[in-house]
């Protein structure tokens, strides 16, 4: 964790989120407590945590999270991040504070057989949090005991709580486990194993997992589909994309990376349903179902519910 004074602030991005999830505007000259980490965000600002630290080091405030580090690429829509000059690190007795410190322990051996439900997408914004509110509330409304999780992406509240809001009774995510970013790892696999263990509880009656960001990108999601087990314990996946030739990419990829055995039904949702003519174009191009998580949220708790139901 490092204490920062913001220089500039970027008008396009110049909200910080705060423990409770509350947000507020920062101004020059704001004092604020961060996490070293990285971000390779498609749709967002690119950076990476500093070789060195030095007092005076001008460094960027890569999201509102609080993730900081070394800007290596802007975003045309967004520029450049809010810049803020690195003052010190914070230390608790003679160690320095690492978010590690309070991480959840990792955890070996076989995933537990709690039913997963996995979303994903084939980019950030593509609705995949979306999909996750509805499913959850749709259950929860219906007494189910449901847990949730986020895989991947950089560390942030906001879906979080969107889910537990919903009606998630226990909900963690990648720095649960000590991580400000999941593009500081090279797999996901023992974070997200871990992290079903945790959710995994005995009166769980199953477990929404959003995959964060895209099936390929910077955050290593891809790296998840080398996990028999984990796919073994899927009753359906939900891929949200926001355009026709994702929608095709995203299947044509998880054909060729997942075996025949392990593929289980999917549905696809997200933006490229907001019109009746993708889901017409998908289901019978490609005999896949499709339902938007607003206008037919019955449909998609109908599919997930079916697929609850053959598991």
């Given at each position: 964790l490092v204490v920062v004074c913001v220089q500039e602030v970027n008008p396009a991005y110049p909200m910080l989120e705060l423990p409770d999830g509350t947000e507020l505007s920062i101004t020059k000259g704001t004092i604020l407590v961060g996490a070293l980490g990285s971000r390779?965000?498609?749709?967002?600002?690119?950076?990476?945590?500093?070789?060195?630290?030095?007092?005076?080091?001008?460094?960027?405030?890569?999201?509102?999270?609080?993730?900081?580090?070394?800007?290596?690429?802007?975003?045309?829509?967004?520029?450049?991040?809010?810049?803020?000059?690195?003052?010190?690190?914070?230390?608790?007795?003679?160690?320095?504070?690492?978010?590690?410190?309070?991480?959840?322990?990792?955890?070996?051996?076989?995933?537990?057989?709690?039913?997963?439900?996995?979303?994903?997408?084939?980019?950030?914004?593509?609705?995949?949090?979306?999909?996750?509110?509805?499913?959850?509330?749709?259950?929860?409304?219906?007494?189910?005991h449901i847990n949730s999780g986020k895989v991947a992406g950089v560390a942030c509240k906001q879906d979080l709580l969107a889910m537990s809001r919903s009606g998630a009774k226990q909900v963690l995510s990648f720095h649960d486990f000590g991580l400000a970013s999941s593009s500081d790892v090279d797999s996901l696999v023992p974070v997200t194993r871990s992290l079903v263990h945790h959710l995994a509880t005995p009166e769980t009656d199953f477990i929404v997992l959003e995959m964060g960001d895209g099936i390929l990108g910077g955050y290593h999601v891809s790296t998840?589909?080398?996990?028999k087990e984990l796919f073994d314990r899927q009753v359906c996946r939900v891929v949200c994309a926001n355009d026709l030739m994702g929608v095709w990419g995203a299947l044509q990829w998880m054909d060729q990376n997942v075996e025949k055995d392990l593929n289980g039904p999917v549905l696809i949702s997200g933006p490229v349903t907001d019109s009746g003519q993708g889901v017409d174009y998908i289901e019978s191009n490609w005999s896949v179902p499709a339902a938007n998580p607003f206008d037919s949220p019955g449909k998609l708790c109908s599919f997930v519910q079916k697929s609850l139901q053959s598991c």
């Open positions: 390779k965000a498609l749709h967002g600002f690119s950076g990476r945590v500093p070789s060195e630290l030095y007092v005076g080091q001008q460094l960027s405030l890569l999201n509102k999270g609080g993730v900081i580090g070394e800007c290596t690429a802007f975003h045309r829509d967004l520029e450049w991040p809010t810049q803020v000059e690195y003052l010190g690190t914070v230390f608790q007795g003679d160690g320095k504070v690492n978010l590690a410190d309070a991480a959840l322990p990792l955890i070996e051996g076989p995933l537990p057989k709690t039913p997963l439900i996995l979303v994903l997408g084939t980019c950030m914004n593509s609705g995949k949090t979306t999909v996750c509110t509805r499913v959850i509330e749709t259950f929860a409304s219906r007494g189910f998840l589909f080398s996990d």
